[in-house]
């Protein structure tokens, strides 16, 4: 099983960008589809982006399509989430999650492991 560690997180204006890594430990990362969720103030955990096992197959909220990029290397046991033109609404906590599947899922139900979250911030 894996654990996950996050970094990158922070203070930005609006506009700008950031990028989210999370570091895997273990040797089994390349079994494991991964994603990325946030979670604001008040609300619900949900979907932001995910890439599947083989680091092919990605999954965009409609919310961060063009703005957002995940990416994985296998290579590392590291995961990205590259953030630009990023909005106030893009402030939350947000969460890598790795799943024991070949692709990625919605649901932050099917995932078993999850990072500690990295706070990002958008200032307008």
């Known amino acids: 099983q894996v654990q996950l560690v996050e970094s990158g997180g922070g203070l930005v204006q609006a506009g700008g960008s950031l990028r989210l890594s999370c570091a895997a430990s273990g040797r089994t990362f390349m079994n494991y589809a991964l994603g990325w969720f946030r979670e604001a103030p008040g609300k619900e955990r949900v979907i932001v982006a995910g890439v599947s096992r083989g680091g092919t197959v990605f999954y965009y909220s409609d919310s961060v399509k063009g703005r957002f990029t995940v990416s994985r290397d296998n290579a590392k046991n590291t995961v990205y989430l590259q953030m630009s033109s990023l909005k106030p609404e893009d402030t939350a906590v947000y969460y890598c999650?790795?799943?024991?599947?070949?692709?990625?899922?919605?649901?932050?139900?099917?995932?078993?492991?999850w990072g500690q979250g990295a706070q990002v911030t958008v200032s307008s």
């Open positions: 999650a790795a799943r024991l599947s070949q692709y990625a899922s919605t649901r932050s139900a099917n995932y078993g492991t």
